[in-house]
């Protein structure tokens, strides 16, 4: 790294977080910082990265933060509780893949069918980290948040599937048949990720929680466990012809379930180093990977990009929620704290860096461009639109009332403590 880059981020890493604090409660979240430093190292030409640094970070800071979204998720709760994140994923999820691609289908009409649904996969996945302060405020009934936030810790995962078989469909498509061949490449990397999954989040899980609990682990190495474990589950599954990516995913979501007595090492490990992995992909989002899209913008990449974060999103959303009692308000709260980030950013970068689709820059160019008006939409309307919600619905706090119904809180990526501010 260039020293006047590593300056750069160490500078901006101090300052913003020496009114972090205070600007939990303001319209500026840590991705918009790191994106504009990012703009600004890419314009000055301080930041060079080659393509196999790219694909290190990008491939780590995903199994990191699938793993870690995973394992916050408690499945005995959300199986007691969980009748909105159910709905969400279960018909918001596959609502809204459908009608991204639909619309993908209409706004670029050269895209084949699984060009189109591949599009809309990638995009499918919610990032909460960039609307931190829905999650985690308390002005927000706690049913509502945690619902977002589970949904957020799973629908990574549960997408991922449909990215690798739309990616596989596409490219036999392009390279002229083949199907079979593609279609059981895919079949295994979705089978034999997931039993790569289960046995390093058990057994290592376990191994762990023995360690700890005899005296054996200190706690720096319980959080580096996170690393050792991500790593462990995406590297097995790749030597075995499973997808890596699936395995963190699910060694995260075993591990959180089975080992619960653990857990407290991956959400500090989450808000500190995790973080941090975050943010620099965010830099090199600003720096690197905005200035070879932006060539491609035109009026329909930022049709399709405005309509996947409203319509094709809201609709979606009010739809799989109608009957659950909640207010239109809430359902247009939910419906727009779908902000698309991480995820959505890795899976084109890995997929444009396979080279199997021709459409590759224009795919890489709608996925860049939503997630470069999310980062900066939802950014700059999570605290104030929680604030407004939270006083709306302040004013039925009857158990009654299907938005304060009991709801267990979950760990979210980043604590928020705008409720303990004065004003």
């Known amino acids: 790294m260039e020293p006047v880059l590593l300056a750069s981020v160490a500078a901006v890493l101090i300052a913003f977080g020496l009114v972090s604090r205070r600007a939990e409660r303001g ?3 840590p991705p918009m910082i790191f994106l504009l430093l990012g703009l600004l190292v890419g314009k000055l030409g301080w930041i ?3 393509g196999g640094a790219l694909d290190g970070l990008a491939e780590l800071t995903l199994a990191v933060v699938l793993f870690t979204d995973a394992a916050r998720i408690d499945l005995a709760c959300l199986r007691r509780e969980g009748a909105i ?11 809204t893949v459908a009608a991204g691609a639909a619309v993908a289908c209409v706004v670029f009409p050269a895209l084949g069918m699984w060009e189109a649904l591949l599009i809309a996969a990638i995009l499918a996945p919610t990032d909460a980290a ?30 991922l599937p449909i990215v690798l078989v739309a990616a596989s469909m596409a490219g036999a498509t392009e390279e002229g048949g083949n199907f079979a061949y593609w279609l059981r490449f895919a079949g295994l990397q979705i089978v ?25 682990m200190n706690d720096a190495f319980q959080r580096l466990s996170v690393l050792g474990l991500a790593g462990l589950a995406f590297g097995g599954a790749e030597l075995v012809g499973g997808n890596g990516f699936i395995a963190a995913f699910v ?26 992995l975050t943010l620099l992909v965010f830099l090199v989002f600003g720096a690197i990977m ?24 809201m609709l979606p959303v009010a739809a799989s929620l109608l009957g659950a009692g909640l207010r239109p308000a809430t359902l247009a709260f939910v419906g727009w704290f779908g902000p698309r980030g991480l995820a959505s950013i890795l899976y084109a970068l890995i997929i444009v860096e396979e080279g199997i689709l021709e459409s590759g820059p224009l795919l890489e160019s709608i996925v860049m461009l939503t997630v470069l008006l999310s980062t900066v939409a939802h950014g700059m309307t999570a605290y104030p639109m929680a604030r407004r919600y939270g006083k709306l619905l302040g ?4 158990s009654t009332v299907a938005e304060h119904r009991e709801a267990t809180e979950l760990p979210v990526r980043i604590r928020h403590s705008a409720g303990t501010l004065p004003g």
């Open 290 to 313: 905005i200035p070879e899209a932006w060539p491609h913008w035109d009026g329909r990449a930022l049709l399709y990009a405005v309509a996947r974060l409203t319509v094709v999103r």
């Open 27 to 29: 319209v500026v979240s």
């Open 251 to 276: 060694a995260g979501l075993t591990l959180g379930n089975a080992t619960r007595a653990v857990c407290e090492c991956l959400y500090e490990f989450g808000e500190a180093e995790g973080q941090l």
């Open 130 to 159: 960039l609307g931190q302060a829905v999650v985690s405020n308390p002005l927000v009934p706690v049913r509502i948040r945690q619902s977002l936030n589970v949904e957020s810790g799973l629908n990574d995962g549960i997408a």
């Open 48 to 50: 060079g990265i080659d």
């Open 395 to 398: 004013a039925e706090r009857e």
């Open 85 to 95: 994140p159910a709905r969400l994923l279960g018909i918001g999820l596959p609502l």
């Open 192 to 216: 034999l990720g997931p039993l790569a999954g289960v046995a390093v989040g058990y057994l290592g899980g376990k191994a762990v929680e023995a360690a700890t609990r005899s005296g054996w």
